[in-house]
């Protein structure tokens, strides 16, 4: 079993920055593919980044390419998303989610096991 629990989301101005993380229990997280999904009001759930289980992969959603980094701190069982030019429609719950199985279709809400609760992110105009 994994817990998440995500941090770092608060209120911004447009064009501000924020950090994400996302804490994950148990040894076997560096085996674990990892990604971030948000949520906005009225809105179905969204992939927004992906990161393989050795970080050598890393994907985005076309909306938030050069703008977001996903990471990951094996000693700290910790994924992060840098978010820098921060637009208003990035409003949203940002979610973390783990792939023990690496499943290769980071895209989609199916391929993840285990979620954290979420953290709010307002991006004010």
């Known amino acids: 079993q994994v817990q998440l629990v995500e941090a770092g989301g608060g209120l911004v101005q447009a064009g501000g920055s924020l950090r994400l993380s996302c804490a994950a229990s148990?040894?076997?997280?560096?085996?674990?593919?990892m990604g971030w999904f948000r949520q906005a009001p009225g809105k179905e759930r969204e992939f927004v980044a992906y990161?393989?289980?050795?970080?050598?992969?890393?994907r985005y959603a076309d909306s938030v390419k050069g703008r977001f980094t996903i990471s990951r701190d094996y000693a700290k069982n910790t994924v992060y998303l840098q978010m820098n030019s921060l637009k208003p429609e990035d409003t949203a719950v940002y979610y973390c989610?783990?792939?023990?199985?690496?499943?290769?279709?980071?895209?989609?809400?199916?391929?993840?096991?285990?979620w954290g609760q979420g953290t709010q992110v307002t991006v004010s105009s």
């Open positions: 989610a783990a792939d023990p199985k690496v499943r290769g279709y980071y895209y989609t809400e199916n391929a993840y096991d285990y």
């Open positions: 148990g040894r076997t997280f560096r085996r674990y593919a």
């Open positions: 990161i393989d289980w050795d970080g050598a992969i890393t």
